[in-house]
């Protein structure tokens, strides 16, 4: 016998907030039911955030969040006027990170 699947919403996997929210708000007239959205958005992004630093084992500084915060925002699933619907992985960007800063080091010169 087959088990019923339950059907997942699209509204139930995508998240509530974009980066955008949080980096550059738009200007509603600072209403509440605003203010309220923003404050949940900043506590998505900084769960985001703690998630990454645990995995890299310390803070970021404040370049390195702005890469990643670019990066995430580059690679990001997008609608037609540009907001962010699904998140790019905050992990992901910081291995772009990485491997961009690596490849902008010098090489030792060889004899």
């Known amino acids: 016998?087959?088990?019923?699947?339950?059907?997942?919403?699209?509204?139930?996997?995508l998240?509530?907030?974009t980066l955008d929210d949080v980096i550059?708000?738009?200007d509603c007239g600072g209403c509440e039911e605003c203010e309220a959205k923003m404050e949940e958005a900043e506590a998505e992004i900084d769960r985001h955030l703690d998630l990454l630093q645990e995995y890299i084992g310390r803070e970021?500084?404040?370049i390195e969040r702005r890469a990643v915060f670019d990066i995430v925002d580059e690679n990001s699933t997008k609608d037609e006027e540009g907001n962010i619907m699904l998140f790019f992985s905050f992990i992901q960007a910081w291995k772009m990170y990485e491997i961009k800063c690596k490849s902008k080091k010098p090489m030792p010169h060889s004899r």
């Open 15 to 17: 998240p509530k907030h």
């Open 24 to 26: 550059e708000p738009r």
């Open 60 to 62: 970021l500084v404040g």
């Open 1 to 13: 016998m087959k088990k019923k699947r339950e059907k997942i919403k699209l509204e139930d996997i």
